[in-house]
């Protein structure tokens, strides 16, 4: 397996596990860095980000990758996350994969539409 074919399977195994709830075997650094809008400051570290993923999992119901663009250790993705209300929000995603493993993902989507409903 190359390395990029290794990264997609590693981003589409998290976006698959996070709905599940089984983030406990995902490829995660141990000083993966998240970022994203619903998070008040950088989060850091496997265990923290990982139990952070199995608290925000009952509330999505699936993830949908649209698209991946790998380019040597980085990949940006385009994925549509359904909520368990209905509500569709398409997201960019950036992760970087160092030594197999996530090591950082940012994650960026208008969090209007998700506190209006999907009216935004």
């Keep these: 397996m190359s390395d990029s074919q ?3 399977k590693i981003i589409r195994e998290y976006f698959a596990a996070v709905p599940a709830g089984g983030v406990q075997n995902l490829e995660l650094a141990e ?3 998240v970022t994203g809008p619903m998070l ?3 989060m850091h570290g496997a265990e923290a980000v990982s ?3 199995q608290q925000i999992a009952p509330f999505i119901s699936h993830a949908e990758v649209l698209e991946i663009v790998i380019d ?3 990949a940006a993705v385009r994925a549509l996350i359904h909520s368990i209300n209905g509500v569709a929000v398409e997201g960019a995603f950036f992760f970087r994969v160092y030594q197999g493993q996530i090591s950082r993902v940012r994650s960026l ?3 209007r539409e998700l506190l209006a ?3 935004a």
């Design 40 to 42: 008040p400051e950088p």
């Design 31 to 33: 000083g993966i860095e």
């Design 72 to 74: 040597r250790n980085s």
């Design 6 to 8: 290794h990264i997609e």
């Design 109 to 111: 989507f208008d969090t």
């Design 51 to 53: 139990e952070y993923l």
């Design 117 to 119: 409903g999907g009216a």
